[in-house]
T-cell receptor
Framework: GAVVSQHPSWVICKSGTSVKIECRSL??????MFWYRQFPKQSLMLMAT?????????EQGVEKDKFLINHASLTLSTLTVTSAHPEDSSFYIC????????????FGPGTRLLVL | EDKVVQSPLSLVVHEGDTVTLNCSYE??????LLWYKQEKKAPTFLFML????IEKKSGRLSSILDKKELSSILNITATQTGDSAIYLC???????????FGAGTILRVKS
């Protein structure tokens, strides 16, 4: 089946540093990818839609200057959390729709971020 | 504003019990509804429902969509401890692939 990978799977960083998370579709091309954030015992909240070759679309309340998204190729999207603060600590998950199986979306394994 | 509501929010049952999880939605230009199971990591896909009244089945899990009632149910029969997870319902609109998620139902199956 379709596979989406994320790297790193977990990261601990100091407050004020930037962290880059990669999302790759391994056996299919994805012109669109989605980034979600999930706090403990809560549902997934969509942060932004990553579009290959154009600017990302951010959901209301998500700071685009803080969460930089780059969709450099048909298989790679990156999310950079800039000047991270402890409140950015969360589980970040990407997903990609697979055209050949309709709008079923495949999720990456997630990246757990802890900002000290 | 699009809304997806799941109930109950949490549920504790014993092994062998049957459970029914509910999902209702208010979405502009509905296209499909998806169910996911989430354990420790990212959600894994269970079902995609687009047509009303057609049951989808996979082992002990089954799901059906009622477009008239704007809702779906996910049934799990003969529950096992491995069914313990968060079950997420999400809706896709007609244009674009954005998923609107419900809050999830936390299911715990006791042995």
């Amino acid at each position: 089946g379709a596979v989406v990978s994320q790297h790193p799977s977990w990261v601990i960083c100091k407050s004020g540093t930037s962290v880059k998370i990669e999302c790759r579709s391994l056996d299919f091309q994805a012109t669109t990818m989605f980034w979600y954030r999930q706090f403990p015992k809560q549902s997934l909240m969509l942060m932004a839609t990553s579009n290959e070759g154009s600017k990302a679309t951010y959901e209301q309340g998500v700071e685009k200057d803080k969460f930089l998204i780059n969709h450099a190729s048909l298989t790679l999207s990156t999310l950079t959390v800039t000047s991270a603060h402890p409140e950015d600590s969360s589980f970040y998950i990407c997903s990609a729709p697979h055209r050949e199986v309709g709008e079923t979306q495949y999720f990456g394994p997630g990246t757990r971020l802890l900002v000290l | 504003e699009d809304k997806v509501v799941q109930s109950p929010l949490s549920l504790v049952v014993h092994e062998g019990d049957t459970v029914t999880l509910n999902c209702s939605y208010e979405v502009t230009n509905f296209r499909s509804l998806l169910w996911y199971k989430q354990e420790k990591k990212a959600p894994t896909f269970l079902f995609m429902l687009t047509s009303s009244g057609i049951e989808k089945k996979s082992g002990r899990l089954s799901s059906i969509l009622d477009k008239k009632e704007l809702s779906s149910i996910l049934n799990i029969t003969a529950t096992q401890t491995g069914d313990s997870a968060i079950y997420l319902c999400a809706v896709v609109r007609e244009y674009g692939n954005k998923l609107v998620f419900g809050a999830g139902t936390i299911l715990r199956v006791k042995s």
